[in-house]
């Protein structure tokens, strides 16, 4: 059979996709990129604000209109908030069950309804998952959340926090090593807190991977800023561990902070970027933040702007505040209009893209490892990304798909920076060519 995949939302989401996909591979089934072409679709869908909830009943809608007759499946973090949304899928399957899609869509031909239930372990996959085909795997060492941040509905969709057992993640990498694959992402909800429930943590499992596996780069998805301790900045020595880290910010005013419920303030957010940045060289960091809280007036928006003008981010995503139903949030006074939430956000892309600017001017000149991943055999002009997250462009008539090779930035471009080959000689684990 052919099964088409749509995955919205967060990098968690890309890897139980990719895992998904594998099983139905293994079972000798077709991954297929046109809707058209399916017998089965699989929708991942993601909750975290209203806009993507719309986009997740979109694009339920597209594929069942692009292949009528397909089966559709729904899951992910809408189809546990809202299963209802989704009338026209044969199943609508919670997330504590998602890694079981392929042995149930393959061996059950009936519709039965949707009940949820709160997970009670582990979503491990039933067998080695890689992203073949790819210059990148995903690979997800923990899910759900214990913390309570009135904004977010994570912690109803995903359950409680609870992390994979160790050795069973090193094999995925193996996994995916043996595939090909050149860089491999630790994904989760919040990565920071693996290991809580094992008597372990995330710097042992960095050290573990780097130390056990042949992965040529390893990178972190997003993390908490009261998860991530200080002593792990000392893992960055092995130059295999990408130089980036994406840390949530979401407001710079305490203020918000605490009326969101996150566990720190400005200032300790601003120590422990600092304290990365003088240990780790041409690190980028990266954040979200949400304008227009509850309660955000024009001097609590403006001190997180001076804090973000501050904390020169690499890069950012901004989001006006969206009431989820079911959070605290939703219901608190003070709602900010939405007029007003857009202008800010507006306004603090505009700040957050000047950064970004500065950052990449800053690594003008050097050299850096490139993973090239994509090819234009027209202009014979390859795309691939630093270590640091920047994505660079230069010219190569010889193919470089999932090879890290140095280029030298010369030129800024509208997003990244142009960049031309200084050795045609494959990098494994040095991360600077010069």
């Known amino acids: 059979m052919k099964i088409h995949f749509v995955t919205l939302g967060c990098k968690l989401n890309q890897s139980e996709s990719e895992s998904m996909a594998r099983q139905f591979r293994l079972a000798g089934h077709q991954i297929v990129a046109d809707p058209a072409q399916a017998d089965i679709s699989v929708i991942n869908t993601c909750t975290v604000t209203h806009v993507a909830a719309q986009k997740s009943r979109t694009a339920v809608r597209r594929a069942k209109g692009a292949a009528p007759t397909a ?3 729904v899951t992910g973090c809408h189809a546990e908030i809202a299963p209802h949304d989704f009338p026209v899928a044969d199943w609508v399957i919670e997330n504590s069950q998602k890694q079981q899609i392929p042995a149930r869509v393959l061996g059950d031909n009936s519709e039965e309804p949707f009940q949820a239930s709160t997970p009670t372990q582990t979503d491990a996959p039933i067998s080695r998952l890689s992203a073949l085909g790819r210059t990148r795997g995903f690979v ?9 941040c009135t904004f977010c509905l994570t912690r109803i969709a995903r359950g409680p926090s609870r992390s994979r057992p160790l050795p069973e993640i090193l094999d995925e990498v193996r996994q995916h090593v043996d595939d090909g694959v050149q860089e491999v992402v630790l994904t989760g909800v919040h990565v920071g807190a693996y290991g809580k429930d094992l008597d372990t943590d995330l710097g042992e499992l960095i050290r573990r991977t780097l130390r056990e596996t042949d992965v040529p780069r390893l990178r972190l998805s997003s993390l908490e ?3 991530f301790r200080m002593e792990w900045l000392s893992l960055w020595e092995n130059p295999r561990l990408c130089r980036h880290l994406h840390i949530s910010l979401q407001s710079g005013s305490n203020d918000i902070l605490r009326r969101m419920s996150r566990a720190y303030t400005a200032e300790k957010f601003a ?10 060289p041409d690190l980028a960091i990266t954040t979200d933040l949400i304008v227009g809280f509850p309660g955000e007036t024009e001097e ?9 003008r501050e904390m020169n981010f690499a890069r950012a995503h901004v989001f006006p ?3 989820r139903p079911g959070t605290l949030a939703a219901d608190m006074p003070d709602q900010v ?7 800010r956000a507006a306004a603090l892309r505009v700040i957050t893209d000047e950064s970004n600017y500065r950052f990449r001017a800053s690594l003008l000149g050097q ?8 090819g234009d055999r027209r202009t014979a002009t390859w795309s691939g990304l630093t270590d640091n997250y920047v994505r660079v462009s230069a010219h190569s008539t010889r193919p470089l798909h999932n090879q890290i090779l140095p280029a030298q930035l010369t030129l800024l471009s509208d997003t990244g920076a142009e960049g031309k080959l200084v050795s045609t000689e494959i990098i494994s684990q040095a991360r600077n060519a010069c």
């Open 71 to 73: 089966r559709l499946v």
């Open 140 to 148: 997800k060492i923990q899910d759900g959340c214990d913390m309570h």
């Open 225 to 227: 800023p009261w998860n």
């Open 271 to 280: 120590e422990k970027v600092q304290m990365a940045r003088r240990l780790i």
């Open 300 to 308: 609590t928006f403006a001190e997180s702007v001076q804090f973000v």
């Open 321 to 323: 505040f969206s009431r």
């Open 337 to 343: 209009p939405h007029n007003v939430k857009k202008a």
């Open 367 to 374: 050299t850096f490892p490139v993973l090239w991943e994509q």
